[in-house]
């Protein structure tokens, strides 16, 4: 996300009427609030910044309009606006992955189980082998309680690649769920392995713990965080 960042700002400051790279930067700051790298509000601040600019370049942009929908919906918890924003990027371009992402997750928060999955999956048919999109149907499954299914879709993503740590923690969480604790540990613990540093390791390690009864240590992690 730092390099993307940079890149993003460097094609900004090279093009500054070029409104997907100000898209970019509010996208980064988004997933680096939600993600716990970044503090929220900060985040928050800088992400609408560099939307308000990408909206007065390009306002029927489908990226723009997404991007105003993830706004809406993760920093903001308005859920009609952010759902305007998502239906209208894909009346704009249908073939967004990001909206489809997005919306997703939208539907996902009201219990939209069904729905929310098939989102996800026509953006996994738009880009198959895209490693975030393979991991977030295994997250849709564990949010509709489907965790054998989840697992079966997650152990799927890491076998494109092995070092993604964000699906690694998506495994260790279905399989607490499932009961596997000392499963989910060892998955948890090849994760910190990778990202010691990352605060949501920290976040599924403490949940792991959670669900196998080691509430002392799992309030450790919590103090840490």
Same mark, same amino acid.
């Given at each position: 996300?730092?390099? *993307?960042?940079?890149?993003?700002?460097?094609?900004?400051?090279?093009?500054?009427?070029?409104?997907?790279?100000?898209?970019?930067?509010?996208?980064?700051? =988004?997933?680096?609030?939600?993600?716990? =790298?970044?503090?929220?509000?900060?985040?928050?601040?800088? *992400?609408?910044?560099?939307?308000?600019?990408?909206?007065?370049?390009?306002?029927?942009?489908?990226?723009?309009?997404?991007?105003?929908?993830?706004?809406?919906?993760?920093?903001?918890?308005?859920?009609?606006? *952010?759902?305007? #924003?998502?239906?209208?990027?894909?009346?704009?371009?249908?073939?967004?992955?990001?909206?489809?992402?997005?919306?997703?997750?939208?539907?996902?928060?009201? +219990?939209?189980? #069904?729905?929310?999955? +098939?989102?996800?999956?026509?953006?996994?048919?738009?880009?198959?082998?895209?490693?975030?999109?393979?991991?977030? =149907?295994?997250?849709?499954? =564990?949010?509709?309680? $489907?965790?054998?299914?989840?697992? $079966?879709?997650?152990?799927?993503?890491?076998?494109?690649?092995?070092?993604?740590?964000? +699906?690694?923690? $998506?495994?260790?969480?279905?399989?607490?769920?499932?009961?596997?604790?000392?499963?989910?540990?060892?998955?948890?613990? $090849? *994760?910190?392995?990778?990202?010691?540093?990352?605060?949501?390791?920290?976040?599924?390690?403490?949940?792991?713990?959670?669900?196998?009864?080691?509430?002392?240590?799992?309030?450790?992690?919590?103090?840490?965080?």
């Amino acid at each position: 996300l730092g390099r *993307a960042s940079t890149e993003f700002a460097a094609c900004a400051g090279a093009a500054p009427d070029f409104a997907p790279a100000y898209v970019g930067l509010a996208d980064c700051q =988004i997933v680096l609030a939600l993600y716990g =790298i970044e503090q929220p509000r900060r985040a928050a601040a800088i *992400a609408r910044a560099h939307h308000a600019n990408a909206l007065a370049l390009d306002p029927d942009s489908v990226e723009v309009q997404t991007a105003g929908g993830a706004l809406r919906l993760f920093l903001d918890w308005d859920f009609e606006g *952010a759902e305007r #924003a998502f239906v209208r990027a894909l009346a704009l371009n249908p073939n967004y992955t990001t909206t489809y992402l997005s919306y997703g997750d939208l539907l996902m928060m009201r +219990g939209e189980f #069904a729905r929310g999955l +098939g989102l996800i999956r026509e953006a996994a048919k738009l880009s198959p082998f895209d490693l975030g999109l393979n991991m977030n =149907i295994g997250d849709f499954l =564990i949010f509709s309680r $489907r965790f054998e299914e989840a697992v $079966r879709q997650l152990e799927h993503t890491l076998a494109m690649d092995e070092r993604f740590v964000a +699906g690694r923690l $998506r495994l260790a969480e279905a399989l607490a769920l499932m009961g596997y604790g000392e499963a989910a540990l060892a998955q948890v613990e $090849r *994760a910190c392995a990778a990202a010691p540093s990352q605060p949501r390791v920290r976040e599924t390690r403490a949940f792991v713990l959670a669900a196998g009864g080691s509430h002392r240590e799992a309030s450790s992690e919590l103090a840490v965080l």
